[in-house]
Nanobody, 126 residues
Framework: QLQLVESGGGLAQPGGSLRLSCSASGFTLANYAVGWFRQAPGKEREGVACISGAGDGSTKFIDSVKGRFTISRDNAKNSVYLQMNSLGFEDTARYHC??????????????????WGQGTQVTVSS
């Protein structure tokens, strides 16, 4: 059974950090592009970051998180991580990871992705 499970969300203060994990089961995550997306109440889902698969490793970020967020893989753990630093109120959202089974080059457009996790909530509050 193919499954993606996110973890690592929670409450952070402005300027703080969180690391989100996306763990896969039933398939090899390293072969595919993985994206992180977020959706805040009343807002559309937006792509935050992505990392290409199949050894490519290229990454993309939306402008608002460049220099603050990084994305990485641990193939031994069949996981992808989103390290979020210098968090601001605007980062509050539910974060989901997703996999593109059709290709390995990543995109931050949600329509490219086939399989989604349930998400993990990130709340930035003082």
């Amino acid at each position: 059974q193919l499954q993606l499970v996110e973890s690592g969300g929670g409450l952070a203060q402005p300027g703080g950090s969180l690391r989100l994990s996306c763990s896969a089961s039933g398939f090899t995550l390293a072969n595919y592009a993985v994206g992180w997306f977020r959706q805040a109440p009343g807002k559309e889902r937006e792509g935050v970051a992505c990392i290409s698969g199949a050894g490519d490793g290229s990454t993309k970020f939306i402008d608002s998180v460049k220099g603050r967020f990084t994305i990485s893989r641990d193939n031994a753990k069949n996981s992808v991580y989103l390290q979020m630093n210098s968090l601001g109120f605007e980062d509050t959202a539910r974060y989901h990871c997703a996999v593109d089974f059709a290709g390995y080059l990543c995109s931050i457009m949600p329509g490219h992705y086939d399989s989604w996790g349930q998400g993990t909530q990130v709340t930035v509050s003082s």
